[in-house]
T-cell receptor
């Protein structure tokens, strides 16, 4: 596809359950980012993958959050034992390695933890 | 500690007039600045960017100005159109290290009145 895609678009889960969110970056983009936007807040950086380098996990809020990127393309963000404060829109972005930071965003996954 | 601040949560402008959205930052290491537009239920859409070596970048109706000494940037939209009504996020990234994640402001809701 032409842009970044994410699935599911909406996810409702019960507190304590695990969830997986998927991101398909733009073909050829080697950098991939996860952000989240909580209600009324700006976008908060979570994790960054660049090529084959070790990911930058400095934005992950707790060890319940993890992400992987298989084959340098698709990425999955996993939240274990979800809490109500995890409710947010989770956004994925990708960019060309070496291009000065123009990141292109997907539509996001709205996660609601009941 | 907010490194990127958008102090106006909302702005209303008459159609045809100029919209000016402001953004301040505190981290002098930031060297690349971007503006994104976001409609409800969609991901942020890249609008325009500026490198710290420039003080102005223009693209059609959109112009971004950067004042490094004041650590301030602004987005000018002229003439404003009703379709410009959206939330506008200012973002910045810094030099050094491997991470190029964006630091976002909290956004400004622009409403262009017909």
């Amino acid at each position: 596809g032409a842009g970044v895609s994410q699935s599911p678009s909406n996810k409702v889960t019960e507190k304590g359950k695990d969830v997986e969110l998927r991101c398909d970056p733009i073909s050829g983009h080697t950098a991939l980012y996860w952000y989240r936007q909580s209600l009324g807040q700006g976008l908060e950086f979570l994790i960054y993958f660049q090529g084959n380098s070790a990911p930058d996990k400095s934005g992950l809020p707790s060890d319940r959050f993890s992400a992987e990127r298989t084959g340098g393309s698709v990425s999955t963000l996993t939240i274990q034992r979800t809490q109500q404060e995890d409710s947010a829109v989770y956004l994925c972005a990708s960019s060309l390695l070496g291009e000065a930071d123009t990141q292109y965003f997907g539509p996001g996954t709205r996660l609601t933890v009941l | 500690d907010q490194q990127v601040k958008q102090n106006s949560p909302s702005l209303s402008v008459q159609e045809g007039r100029i919209s000016i959205l402001n953004c301040d930052y505190t981290n002098s290491m930031f060297d690349y600045f971007l503006w994104y537009k976001k409609y409800p239920a969609e991901g942020p859409t890249f609008l325009i960017s500026i490198s710290s070596i420039k003080d102005k970048n223009e693209d059609g109706r959109f112009t971004v100005f950067l004042n490094k000494s004041a650590k301030h940037l602004s987005l000018h939209i002229v003439p404003s159109q009703p379709g410009d009504s959206a939330v506008y996020f200012c973002a910045a990234s810094g030099a050094g290290g491997s991470a190029r994640q964006l630091t976002f402001g909290s956004g400004t809701q622009l409403t262009v009145l017909p």
